[in-house]
Structures are given as structure tokens and as C-alpha cells.
């Protein structure tokens, strides 16, 4: 056999839906310069209030809990909630947040719509309806489109970090990490052990740069020290 010669195992046209993912993800990195902050963040007092607010309502889970975050910030912080279109820059006053579900067949997404107006509870309970439906092919199409940001929990996965591409035309894009304990040193110098949650955000450098992007960060970190004040309860 010749040394350069190599064996096909299988050969099969490519899915439609690996198609459109490519074409989606080639037009993101084409049409907007994109740039991703990676940071970690203290977040014992996310965990305590998903596993208390787990005994109340069984669909609660960090992914909810930060999409009900990211909703305030995107009401509070408009140009987060902003797109560019040609020579406008379009600010939604809907905050509709979509989550990546990952399917064999490739990421999809569903949408909490107007997630600013619906408390954790409502939250919860909608993505979990959606994310059975779209697990067997029977979500509508109109439901996983028409958001204005993505959470993809890249975490489940053992990720920490990733250069995760904008859904266009979204302007960021926020990727949930691994939560790990970690030993940390405090104000006094002292260590403690801690769980901090890694984060990733991508964002389009047209329309935010690293001081938005910062401005971003300081308030997901004073909501995630309280979260149980942004809840909506």
C-alpha cells in the first residue's frame, strides 16, 4: 500500500443543518470583528440560591438564574442590548434571550422572550418546556429566533473557556464555564476555598469595545455577589 494513501471509512452529504450552522457562523466572523474577554468570578451565592430555589421549583438551574440576570443588565445597559444594521445601531427595548441547547445535530437555540418582564420561576419553567421540545424536533421555528443575546453554557461540557461567535446580529454573546473550587486569596491576604465560575464573552468590537465590555463584567459580578435581589420574586 502506498505510504500516501489514505482509507475512506464512510463518505455522506453533508446535513442541512451542519450547512446552515456553517453558513451562520462564516457570515458572524465575515460581517463583525469580533473579540472575546475571558474572566472568573466568585459565585458561591449563585450555587446556594439555585440549589435553594431547586426545593421550590424543580427547573431552576444556573443557566435560568444567569439568563435572569443577563436580563436586567440588558435593561439596565442598553447598548449590550443593541445591534448594528448598516450605518444604524438599533437598541432593542426587548430583552429576548436565547440559550444554546447542544443536539447531536448541532447547537440550537430557544428564546426566552421579554426576559426582563418574567421572574426566575417563569424563566425556568419556559426553557425547561422548550428545551423538551426542541430535544425532539418539535419546537417551532419562530421560537428559537428573534433574540437580541445568547447564553451558551459551555460548561456542561468540562469547558472553561471559549471563543464562542456572535448569533447575527446580536452584539454579545456570553459563555457559562466550568464552576470549580478553587483556593482564593483575600483582602487580607488570606486564602479561602471558593467556587468561581468561568466565564467567556465575545463581543463586536463595531459596536462595544474593552470599557463596555468591562462596564459589562463589574455589573455581572455585583448582581452575581446578590443574585437573589435580581430574581424578579
Not at 463518505?11 to 457570515?27: D, H
Not at 458561591?44 to 421550590?56: P, V
Amino acid at each position: 500500500m502506498a505510504g500516501s494513501e489514505i482509507r475512506i471509512k464512510n463518505r455522506a452529504k453533508l446535513k442541512s443543518t451542519r450547512r446552515f450552522i456553517g453558513q451562520r457562523m462564516s457570515e458572524s466572523l465575515r460581517t463583525m470583528p469580533q473579540d472575546t474577554a475571558v474572566f472568573d468570578l466568585e459565585s458561591g451565592a449563585l450555587m446556594a440560591l439555585k440549589d435553594e430555589l431547586k426545593t421550590k421549583n424543580k427547573n431552576v438551574t444556573v443557566s435560568s438564574i444567569i439568563t435572569r440576570i443577563m436580563a436586567t443588565i440588558l435593561r439596565d445597559y442598553p447598548l449590550l442590548n443593541s445591534a448594528v444594521a448598516g450605518e444604524e445601531v438599533i437598541t432593542y427595548e426587548s430583552c429576548n434571550v436565547a440559550l444554546g441547547i447542544g443536539l447531536e445535530t448541532g447547537i440550537m437555540t430557544v428564546v426566552i422572550r421579554e426576559a426582563q418582564d418574567k421572574d426566575v420561576f417563569a424563566i425556568s419553567d419556559e426553557l425547561r418546556e422548550k428545551t423538551d421540545l426542541i430535544k425532539v424536533g418539535r419546537l417551532p421555528l419562530d421560537e428559537m429566533k428573534g433574540s437580541t443575546f445568547t447564553v451558551s453554557s459551555i460548561g456542561v461540557l468540562g469547558i472553561r473557556y471559549s471563543t464562542v461567535v456572535l448569533n447575527p446580529p446580536e452584539s454579545a454573546m456570553l459563555g457559562i464555564g466550568v464552576t470549580e473550587k478553587r483556593v482564593v486569596v483575600q483582602p487580607d491576604n488570606s486564602t479561602a476555598i471558593r467556587q468561581v465560575t468561568s466565564f467567556s464573552l465575545t463581543h463586536n468590537h463595531t459596536l462595544l469595545d474593552g470599557y463596555h465590555v468591562g462596564i459589562v463584567i463589574r455589573l455581572l459580578r455585583e448582581r452575581l455577589e446578590n443574585p437573589r435581589a435580581w430574581m424578579g420574586l
